[in-house]
């Protein structure tokens, strides 16, 4: 089998880049005016339809570190690491329902806006800071990186900062048009996504099948999967006894069993979806009616990525297993998505790749706009610039995206963050997962408890990171390995070339006693102000209501999702 990529593979990555970069300049061309005000902009001036804002949403979502990141888990753990898509269709409900009509109903364009309407302008500047330095520093460099390693090993090697450069100006080209323009070029970066994809893990399945000697066929390949590797197609781990295997411990801290859905699965979900600039401001520009279909568009298309982002993962594995795959010798999870597509003709190989890069530039340009939003409207115009016209907005923002993926580029480099050393998707989540609990809970009591306090809300944020730290790095320490909170568990973990033995905490049950914990002290403190704080949100029941098209979108995801459980518990 040829790893590289064939003139074929070129040629149809070069179709894709035409396709989407014509589309997003007919787009920005056939406005009726220039981009020369912040609503369009940043939010598209309301002009994004359902399918534009479902598609864009999950444009956005999916990146290198899922691709990478989810098929590695696949590789590892199984099925069981789709929870993380799936829980996702149920948390897309959620906001649909009640949090999309509070942010619309008061005009919340901004994270950071809203802190400010609800608690205080020290709530919100302390956050606007926080999210800016997240979004450049973790989540822009972490994406630049992975997908750039990824496509150079496809190509062959040594090409690694060009392509950097590469994905960082694809980027900019579509984010400096302005969030329509990045809104309906993702409706084309998310078919070919899927379209890629899906046609990866086609071949993956039947390259499973054929070399099981059972012919071509991509059923017969995911029958093959089940039968040779059972215990990766269980959605529930069991609690691993005290002489359980080591692989049985690790699984069970990245995917604590029934516990999770209980704890930490909620918050990053919630979290992620409904209290996070880079996701939510596609849909604060439409009515509520459109940013309700399309918000459940996405979930429903959320059912489907497993497929694409984690199956290619488990066949991966079955092909290690059976001795097909020898450069993942050892087992490293992290090389799976890359060896299964070295298996791939050429032509479809380009079509991956293309696939890929769609994932990443979109995440890339969905980042940079809602870092030039967040600097521009919650930073720059309040401190620096009060008296800035519209236009003068625009081009702030476009300086600030910028700015930011030249500070990415830079920090990426050289890998100066040692995003190479910890895997990517360990780099989010380790640094986003510290300040979810905390940032959660303020929005979720400031949104629906009309007592909670801005000192409240300062002490939930900073609490929420200090109990996530604790729980993580010095719980087990402290209170020992087994209380009435949680058990730690016994595994290894490797610094350098120095393994050592630690006792861990699955990460998904400390975010669920570091939310818990934190809330409680919210509440206690909310208790010693007015009744009903003077800013906060009025809310009525008018605004929760949901037509027959919504509640329809609604049931059909619950059965399919309640189905895709009972067969895979």
């Known amino acids: 089998m040829n790893s590289r990529l064939q003139p074929i593979d070129y040629c149809v990555f070069l179709v894709y880049f035409l396709i989407v970069a014509g589309y997003g300049y007919w787009i920005y061309r056939k406005k009726k005016k220039p981009v020369a005000d912040t609503k369009d902009f940043f939010l598209a001036e309301g002009s994004l339809t359902w399918w534009a804002i479902g598609a864009s949403l999950i444009a956005s979502n999916i990146s290198a570190e899922q691709f990478i990141g989810m098929s590695g888990e696949g590789f590892f753990a199984g099925i069981a690491v789709a929870a ?30 809203f802190l400010t309407r609800r608690y205080n302008e020290t709530v919100a500047v302390i956050m606007a800071v926080f999210w800016l330095f997240l979004y450049v520093f973790v989540n822009l460099t972490s994406i630049l990186y992975l997908g750039a390693v990824a496509i150079d090993g496809l190509m062959g090697g040594g090409a690694l900062h060009l392509i950097m450069i590469g994905l960082a100006v694809f980027a900019l080209l579509i984010t400096l048009g302005g969030m329509k323009v990045i809104g309906y070029t993702d409706v ?30 991509a059923w017969s390949g995911f029958k093959i999967l089940m039968q040779d590797a059972p215990d990766h197609f269980h959605m529930i781990f069991s609690k691993p006894a005290q002489d359980a295997p080591q692989v049985e411990v690790d699984k069970y801290l990245v995917l604590p069993g029934i516990t999770m859905y209980f704890a930490g699965q909620w918050i990053v979900n919630l979290n992620y979806w409904g209290c996070n600039q880079y996701i939510t401001q596609r849909a604060l520009g439409a009515d509520l009616q459109t940013a309700r279909t399309g918000i459940l568009f996405a979930g429903f298309l959320k059912l489907l990525m497993p497929v694409i982002v984690m199956l290619p993962g488990i066949a ?40 890929l890069t769609a994932a990443i530039v979109a995440s890339l340009a969905g980042k940079l706009n809602s870092i030039s939003t967040i600097y521009t409207l919650d930073i720059h115009k309040k401190y620096f610039s009060r008296d800035s016209t519209e236009k003068q907005q625009v081009w702030i923002g476009r300086v600030t995206v910028l700015v930011a993926m030249v500070v990415a580029l830079l920090f990426t480099w050289k890998d100066l963050l040692g995003i190479g050393g910890e895997g990517g998707f360990t780099f989010i989540q380790k640094y986003t997962g510290f300040i979810s609990p905390g940032v959660f809970a303020m929005f979720l009591l400031g949104m629906f408890w009309k007592r909670t306090t801005g000192a409240a809300a300062i002490a939930g944020v900073i609490t929420g990171f200090l109990l996530s730290v604790f729980f993580n ?28 033995t630690v006792w861990r905490i699955p990460f998904l049950i400390n975010m669920g006693w570091s939310f818990f914990f934190t809330m409680l002290l919210m509440i206690c403190m909310s208790f010693a102000g007015p009744a009903i704080n003077p800013k906060a949100f009025m809310l009525d029941r008018s605004m929760f209501r949901i037509n027959n098209r919504t509640a329809l979108m609604i049931v059909i995801t619950i059965i399919l999702l309640t189905l895709l459980y009972v067969r895979f518990w």
Do not use: C
Request: no cysteine; net charge neutral.
């Open 188 to 217: 084309i970066q998310v078919a070919v996504l899927i379209v890629g994809g899906l046609a990866t893990t086609y071949l993956a399945l039947s390259i499973v099948s054929e070399r099981s000697g059972a012919g071509a066929g």
């Open 84 to 113: 993380y898509e799936w829980i996702a269709a149920i948390a897309l409900i959620i906001i649909a329902v009640w949090f999309i009509p509070v942010y619309l109903k008061n005009k919340i364009y901004t994270m950071p806006q």
């Open 316 to 355: 991966a594995y079955v092909l290690y297993k059976n001795g097909q795959l020898p450069q993942l010798e050892g087992g490293s999870k992290d090389g799976a998505y890359a060896a299964i597509l070295s298996f791939l003709p050429a032509g479809l190989k380009g079509l991956s790749v293309a696939a």
């Open 473 to 500: 790095n010095y719980a087990p320490a402290v209170l020992g390995h087994e209380t009435w909170l949680y058990t730690a568990f016994e595994t290894q973990e490797k610094s350098g070339d120095i393994i050592k």
